[in-house]
């Protein structure tokens, strides 16, 4: 792992390659405001949503919503998924439910979701993962048992469709990460979406009372969007992302290596409207680039498929997700983790996507409790994700496939 810092890098997902062309000035910012909404609720054919300052503050504010409306207190979310879903339903002061995956699957276990919904149940979350369409339908008909929500997880996947549409349409809600290597950015945003007008309107008025104004949060995430655009590039990158992977691999910090490490606080603040021009200008090019990306995968995953013994995790029927990165299935964890010990590390855009199934982080102890989820534990174990950005070439995907087959 002896490499240079400004060796070329390739980025672990696909992140939407900046243009300068897209940083308004700042004097020039106000008339742009809300262009990013409309821009959005267009691409996802929906007549209004709201902005937030992170995919995390989107669920914040769904939840608390919901719970205002109905009183209710648990949520049920996927055993393996982001770290900061959890965070976020401690962070509403909500009783979190683990339901385990079913096997080599990101959906939910359909018997334990059963199992798990009663009369107090506020929210279920089925979590469109790795920008892969999930099984909406079980969580839809489990919910309208007992009455409860269904907010769709599609941080991963705008501009993935199910049965024709945007997901995060066929919930109660839905709501998208603008952060870094989702696809378009604004470095740290979020959107959220309600099928129903008055939810919608619940959602507008707790975003102003808990998320006001404030300027210093505002003013570091602009910075870091400069950064972004000067740093994301497969020259500079090394410096920015590739040094301090390998630091955290020299030293074992898996956690640190995939960016697991959470602090307990979720900024709530407005996103403002410079950054949110910034993002406006870059929408013109998403849906070729999502198209573009598609393509891509669709070639790389069937190479993958002709590897014997790898899976590589796709959409239902009818459904047809993003592609940030392939998400594999290996048959073991100590196959998994020779290949990672081969790769991961070396520029080529090999990551993890998760380290861990929920319970399995020590700081999510207190938040998450013990749990037997070892279909969620299974696949912590044994997937590792190669990166879909246009800057990993054909004959670097040929040396991947190479070690895979090896």
Request: proline share 6%; charged share 25%.
């Amino acid at each position: 792992m002896a490499r240079s810092p400004f060796s070329r890098e390739i980025p672990p997902t696909a992140g939407l390659p900046p243009r300068w062309r897209d940083l308004p000035p700042f004097i020039a910012a106000a008339p742009e405001q809300g262009d990013l909404a409309r821009r959005a609720a267009n691409f996802l054919g929906v007549d209004a949503l709201q902005i937030e300052c992170s995919g995390t503050a989107s669920l914040v504010v769904a939840l608390t919503a919901m719970h205002r409306l109905s009183g209710r207190r648990v949520v049920i979310v996927p055993a393996y998924t982001c770290p900061l879903v959890a965070l976020a339903v401690a962070h509403c002061g909500l009783e979190l439910r683990l339901c385990d995956l079913a096997p080599g699957s990101i959906d939910f276990d359909a018997t334990e979701l059963e199992r798990l919904c009663d009369r107090d149940t506020l929210a279920l979350v089925p979590t469109h993962l790795a920008g892969r369409v999930a099984d909406i339908d079980t969580a839809l008909a489990c919910a309208r048992r007992v009455g409860a929500f269904v907010i769709e997880d599609a941080a991963q996947a705008l501009g993935a469709r199910r049965h024709g549409r945007a997901v995060g349409l066929d919930g109660d809600a839905g709501f998208f990460s603008l952060a870094v290597g989702k696809g378009l950015t604004t470095f740290e945003g979020g959107i959220l979406v309600a099928r129903d007008a008055k939810l919608r309107e619940e959602f507008a008025r707790t975003s102003r009372r808990i998320a006001p104004q404030k300027m210093k949060w505002e003013l570091q995430r602009s910075l870091q969007l400069l950064g972004y655009h000067l740093f994301y590039r497969p020259s500079l990158l090394g410096i920015a992302y590739g040094s301090p992977l390998r630091r955290a691999l020299r030293h074992g910090d898996l956690i640190g290596a995939v960016g697991d490490d959470f602090g307990p606080t979720i900024p709530l603040h407005q996103l403002g409207r410079w950054r949110q021009s910034v993002a406006a200008r870059a929408f013109e090019r998403l849906p070729a680039f999502l198209d573009d990306g598609a393509a891509r995968a669709q070639q790389r995953k069937s190479r993958l498929q002709d590897i014997h013994s790898i899976k590589v995790i796709d959409d239902p029927p009818d459904a047809h997700g993003t592609w940030p990165f392939l998400l594999l299935q290996l048959p073991s964890e100590t196959l998994r983790d020779r290949m990672l010990q081969r790769l991961w590390g070396e520029g080529l855009g090999i990551n993890r996507l998760f380290i861990h199934a929920l319970p399995d982080y020590d700081y999510l102890r207190a938040v998450v409790g013990e749990h037997e989820v070892p279909n969620a534990r299974a696949f912590a174990a044994t997937t590792l994700t190669i990166s879909n950005s246009p800057w990993l070439g054909d004959g670097d995907f040929a040396a991947i496939c190479e070690a895979l087959k090896g």
